[in-house]
């Protein structure tokens, strides 16, 4: 219930829509659309996980997790908007930089299998923690992990539960009924634009944090 009431709240809400795009970018294969949704859940899990069992270790030496969710909360909202904003440019105008041989062809091939971009959004999404993800997790979550029994095991939950809302759209793109399979063979005829697109939904997401973050 934490994951989802999480996962619906503005901030995480909006980076799970952009997420869905990226996910969409690869619309023509299904079966990379599925796997890039789990890669994304997985990176949400690390996350989650990793930094779960350090607070509940520090939780139960007895100290105060205020200073921890204070400085991730300020700096993961300042860090998230200027680096979806350099996704997103990436993105539009990464085809006409004039990379090195080796960055340029592996960048390519990153970019065609989407796999490592996936697992790196969901890290970084999850380490973005606004006011109402912060307290979820820090005033909620972390709690009772440390005072449930298997508690390293909550945040697990937890991360799943706040990736469903991507993890629905993957399956509905893989496993298609024929309505969204008609809507698959359309999607086709403007593939070329779906970087302009996804890309533009990264700014408009990066400019939406800074704005809420810096002014």
């Known amino acids: 219930m934490l994951g989802l009431m999480t996962a619906v709240s503005p901030c995480p809400l909006a980076t799970n829509i952009t997420a869905i795009g990226y996910l969409g970018r690869n619309i023509e294969n299904r079966s990379l659309v599925l796997r890039n949704g789990l890669l994304y859940t997985l990176g949400r899990i690390i996350a989650y996980t990793i930094l779960g069992v350090v607070l509940i270790i520090i939780l139960n030496k007895g100290a105060s997790l205020f200073h921890i969710q204070k400085w991730l909360a300020t700096y993961g909202e300042m860090i998230i908007g200027p680096a979806l904003m350099i996704i997103g440019l990436f993105m539009i105008f990464g085809d006409k930089l004039s990379l090195p041989y080796g960055i ?97 939904l990264f700014l408009l997401a990066g400019t939406y944090y800074c704005l809420i973050v810096y002014f």
Do not use: D, H
Request: hydrophobic fraction near 55%.
């Open 104 to 200: 340029s062809v592996q960048g390519e091939k990153i970019a065609a299998r989407g796999s490592w971009g996936a697992l790196f959004l969901g890290i970084l999404f999850a380490l973005a923690f606004c006011p109402t993800s912060g307290v979820l997790y820090f005033g909620a979550l972390i709690p009772l992990s440390a005072s449930s029994a298997g508690g390293y095991f909550l945040p697990i939950v937890y991360a799943i539960a706040t990736a469903l809302p991507v993890l629905i759209i993957a399956f509905l793109l893989a496993f298609s009924i024929e309505s969204i399979g008609q809507f698959y063979g359309r999607v086709k005829l403007f593939q070329k634009w779906l970087n302009w697109i996804v890309g533009s």
